[in-house]
Structures are given as structure tokens and as C-alpha cells.
């Protein structure tokens, strides 16, 4: 049995992988593709999402679940040298009760800082979307650490 998902018309995340809606890129594979996170819950926060649309981790495959990770550790290593972290989260929610608001997999690497608090929960709700601007100055910052 499926975890559950609210239901859905589109997938952002699809619309980013094909193009159709602009996000700012950080890195591919064949198999996963990694974007700065629109909320920044901590400077340099990221998502890893398989190129195919996949709603949940029961849904990937092995080969697109070890490319996604290990796009992430990629990523933690680059913004620990562009912005200075000293720490990472690595994360995902599946299913509705476990905190999943896009219907498509996706792994969260939020770095962490000097001044983060590890005790922290981060809530969608309180974090806006910050501008497309923000999102490309970011990653590109992070793309030269790659």
C-alpha cells in the first residue's frame, strides 16, 4: 500500500526537471538532480530529486536513490566550502504524516552553521519563498565550490 499524498494536477518538480518552470540548478546526474531549496531554512539549503517523477521513497529505484545521496554528500561538501558550514541535515518526509508537501521524492540537505540551532524542527510554514534572484546567487555560489 502506497504512503499517502495530497492530490495533485502537477509536479514542480517535473515542470523544473523539463524546463517548463525556472529553478535554480545546482548539479545533475543521469538518475537525480539537485536545486536550491525556495526556502531557505538555513543558508544554502537544498533538495536532491530523482529526474523521473517518483512520489515516494518506495517508489525509486536502487540505482536513483544512491545517485540522489550521493549528490547530496556532493552538495553538503560544497556548501561547507562556500558558505562555511560546519554541520548538515539530511532528510526526507514520505507521505503526508511524515511531513511531505510535494508529491515527488526529494532529499533535503540543509547545512548548518556556527549560530544554528541543532535543536531546531524546520516547519515549511515558517520560511518564505525567497526571490528567483536570491535562488541563482546561491547556487551560484555553491556551483563554484563543486
Do not use: W
Not at 544512491?66 to 556532493?74: E, F
Not at 508537501?101 to 519563498?129: G, K, N
Amino acid at each position: 500500500m502506497p504512503f499517502h499524498l495530497a492530490l495533485y494536477d502537477s509536479c514542480r518538480y517535473c515542470q523544473c526537471v523539463s524546463g517548463e518552470l525556472e529553478c535554480a540548478f545546482l548539479a545533475e546526474t543521469d538518475l537525480a538532480a539537485a536545486l536550491v531549496n525556495q526556502r531557505q531554512y538555513e543558508r544554502g539549503a537544498s533538495l536532491v530529486i530523482p529526474k523521473v517523477h517518483r512520489e515516494t521513497i518506495l517508489d525509486v529505484s536502487d540505482a536513483e536513490i544512491a545517485s540522489m545521496y550521493r549528490l547530496a554528500r556532493r552538495l553538503a561538501r560544497a556548501v561547507e566550502a562556500a558558505f562555511g558550514a560546519c554541520a548538515a541535515n539530511v532528510f526526507q518526509n514520505n507521505g503526508i504524516k511524515a511531513g511531505q508537501h510535494a508529491p515527488h521524492m526529494h532529499v533535503h540537505v540543509v547545512t548548518r552553521y556556527q549560530s544554528s540551532d541543532p535543536e531546531r524542527l524546520f516547519l515549511q510554514r515558517e520560511f518564505p519563498i525567497i526571490s528567483m534572484t536570491e535562488q541563482k546567487a546561491t547556487a551560484a555560489a555553491i556551483r563554484a565550490a563543486l
